[in-house]
């Protein structure tokens, strides 16, 4: 069953910043002025879906399964190889196509309904070779409304998700969630145990209230209500339901 991302109230209001966008959009060009034409054609390319996911992780964390289990559809591959090294931007599009933006970078058009209310960014493993982690720092986690940090929850103290949370400056850490994936392989007290480490390994970073989900995958594909997605998609909703990333986006040129 496909899910919701987004409720039918918040996507009239997202329709309603965009149109409001456009009004002004034109008001710069029939001013002939160039400078506040570029700003708000600047604000409205981040606006292009009511929200835009970033999902950060290492290798066989079980990154692309949280995301098709999230999303209901089958929108990131579930590959056996874990060598691909590629951002990929997800986006919706009437036809499937691949358009590069650099090294190790490109966008994909997806005929998903899902994707017409939120964008996602898959990143590669954190423990893979990446050349540049900049793209995902400057392009994408400024404009997100959301860095979802995957990991397995039988072992979240691998090194280089962590490592990477270093390179984020920290005013956007309230963006962030920590999620324990895979949870269906780890006991009670594993789950328990690793909730914890999750939120001490954040608070050493200085994430002042780190806020950790346990999810299933394999348990919300079969039906489960147990998976702890619901959960998380309330969450989600909640989070964007503020408005305050809407807000940064539109006002983040201007200052």
């Known amino acids: 069953m496909k899910q919701r991302v987004l409720s039918p109230e918040l996507k009239k209001q997202?329709?309603?910043?965009?149109?409001?966008?456009n009004a002004c959009l034109a008001l710069t060009e029939r001013c002939s002025d160039t400078?506040?034409?570029r700003i708000v054609q600047d604000r409205l390319s981040h606006l292009q879906s009511a929200a835009l996911f970033v999902i950060v992780g290492e290798v066989k964390s079980g990154k692309s399964s949280f995301v098709n289990a999230l999303l209901g559809d089958d929108i990131c591959d579930v590959a056996p190889d874990p060598c691909t090294a590629v951002i990929q931007e997800l986006v919706y599009g009437e036809t499937l196509t691949k358009v590069s933006l650099g090294d190790n970078w490109e966008r994909i058009s997806l005929q998903k309904d899902v994707l017409k209310e939120i964008s996602i960014v898959d990143t590669p493993g954190t423990n893979s070779i990446i050349r540049d982690h900049q793209s995902i720092i400057e392009?994408?986690?400024?404009?997100?409304?959301?860095?979802?940090?995957?990991?397995?929850?039988?072992n979240p103290h691998t090194a280089s998700a962590w490592d990477f949370l270093s390179l984020i400056r920290q005013d956007w850490y309230r963006k962030m969630v920590f999620v324990l994936q895979q949870a269906d392989l780890a006991t009670d007290h594993e789950l328990a145990t690793n909730q914890e480490r999750v939120k001490q390994y954040a608070r050493e970073r200085n994430v002042q209230n780190p806020i950790v989900f346990t999810v299933s995958a394999k348990r919300e594909f079969e039906g489960a209500t147990d998976s702890g997605f619901a959960e998380f998609r309330q969450f989600l909703l909640k989070t964007i339901q503020t408005g305050e990333v809407?807000?940064?986006?539109?006002?983040?040129?201007?200052?």
Do not use: T
């Not at 997202?14 to 966008?21: I, M, N, T």
């Not at 392009?139 to 039988?154: G, M, R």
């Open 14 to 21: 997202f329709e309603a910043v965009r149109s409001l966008l």
């Open 35 to 37: 400078e506040a034409y």
């Open 139 to 154: 392009n994408y986690i400024p404009q997100s409304d959301l860095v979802i940090f995957v990991f397995p929850a039988k």
């Open 246 to 255: 809407w807000r940064m986006k539109v006002e983040g040129s201007w200052d």
